[in-house]
């Protein structure tokens, strides 16, 4: 059986602020093998990595992202004193660790021009096209992402269901399903999906007992907001 990848969900954002630096720092130093996080892009092109369009829920400011240059967002506190980080930050910070990177583009509200292309050039600079997988809520754009460079890996993520699901990403030529962990509590589905030769990483599990039915199925990867948690089980 393969090993569950234990992938920290915004960083270790069940103990430190989400999609900050101390949290993506906190899921490495804790064990995890991967990290995810949320992109958006500024009102001067730079990507930025918070969950919401806005900065309301997670720092001391208020507005759209896409309102703000890259510099004036830096000013707002999202916790513990630390600021919003950019992409670039965090692929610095990573370049020299082998663990995956799962970069999802929010782009299914705010329909930011060309994330997809911006983000792959920034990998390539990087040097993580092998460590990175990019998955969205936006399907056409993980299909640009493949037209534009048909390497990097891409993941469909869904929260609700979908009619054999295996067949879906394989005929939109996606190698792996991000599905909401209770769509995939099924030996039958997650049998689709492996005939179709997908991976599936599934979020957000922070129930230890989810956790164990999950690696007991064979999901290949676990998106969770406890990688401390998870790393016992795996
Ligand atoms: O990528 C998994 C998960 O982060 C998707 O949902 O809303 O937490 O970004 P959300
Ligand atoms: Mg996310």
Same mark, same amino acid.
């Not at 992202?65 to 950019?86: V, W």
């Not at 809520?137 to 009619?163: A, C, R, W």
């Given at each position: 059986?393969? %090993?569950?990848?234990?992938?920290?969900?915004?960083?270790?954002?069940?103990?430190?602020?989400?999609?900050?630096?101390?949290?993506?720092?906190?899921?490495?130093?804790?064990?995890?093998? !991967?990290?995810?996080?949320?992109?958006?892009?500024?009102?001067? !092109?730079?990507?930025?990595?918070?969950?919401?369009?806005?900065?309301?829920?997670?720092?001391?400011?208020?507005?759209?992202?896409?309102?703000?240059?890259?510099?004036?967002?830096?000013?707002?506190?999202?916790?513990?004193?630390?600021?919003?980080?950019?992409?670039?930050?965090?692929?610095?910070?990573?370049?020299?660790?082998?663990? @995956?990177?799962?970069?999802?583009?929010?782009?299914?509200?705010?329909?930011? %021009?060309?994330?997809? %292309?911006?983000?792959?050039?920034?990998?390539?600079?990087? !040097?993580?096209? %092998?460590?990175?997988?990019?998955?969205?809520?936006?399907?056409?754009?993980?299909?640009?992402?493949?037209?534009?460079?048909?390497?990097?890996?891409?993941?469909? @993520?869904?929260?609700?269901?979908?009619?054999?699901?295996?067949?879906?990403?394989?005929?939109?030529?996606?190698?792996?399903?991000?599905?909401?962990?209770?769509?995939?509590?099924?030996?039958?589905?997650?049998?689709?999906?492996?005939?179709?030769?997908?991976?599936?990483?599934?979020?957000?599990?922070?129930?230890?007992?989810?956790?164990?039915?999950?690696?007991?199925?064979?999901?290949?990867?676990?998106?969770?907001?406890?990688?401390?948690?998870?790393?016992?089980?795996?």
């Amino acid at each position: 059986m393969v %090993k569950t990848l234990n992938i920290a969900h915004r960083g270790f954002s069940g103990m430190y602020p989400e999609n900050t630096m101390q949290a993506f720092r906190k899921a490495v130093e804790t064990g995890a093998d !991967g990290i995810e996080t949320d992109l958006h892009i500024t009102k001067d !092109g730079a990507i930025v990595l918070c969950h919401d369009e806005t900065i309301d829920r997670t720092t001391d400011g208020t507005g759209f992202i896409k309102d703000y240059t890259c510099r004036e967002l830096m000013k707002f506190n999202a916790g513990h004193g630390e600021r919003i980080p950019s992409l670039d930050e965090l692929l610095d910070y990573m370049k020299d660790k082998n663990l @995956l990177l799962n970069l999802e583009l929010k782009n299914d509200i705010v329909h930011y %021009k060309d994330l997809e %292309k911006y983000t792959i050039d920034k990998i390539h600079q990087y !040097g993580l096209e %092998k460590n990175v997988i990019i998955s969205s809520f936006n399907h056409y754009s993980m299909q640009k992402v493949k037209e534009y460079d048909s390497s990097i890996k891409t993941g469909l @993520l869904y929260g609700l269901p979908i009619h054999k699901p295996g067949e879906y990403a394989r005929r939109i030529g996606a190698d792996a399903l991000h599905p909401l962990f209770s769509l995939i509590m099924d030996k039958d589905i997650i049998g689709d999906i492996k005939e179709n030769g997908i991976l599936i990483n599934t979020y957000t599990v922070n129930k230890e007992s989810d956790m164990k039915k999950l690696i007991h199925l064979g999901v290949d990867g676990i998106i969770t907001n406890y990688p401390n948690v998870l790393k016992k089980l795996i």
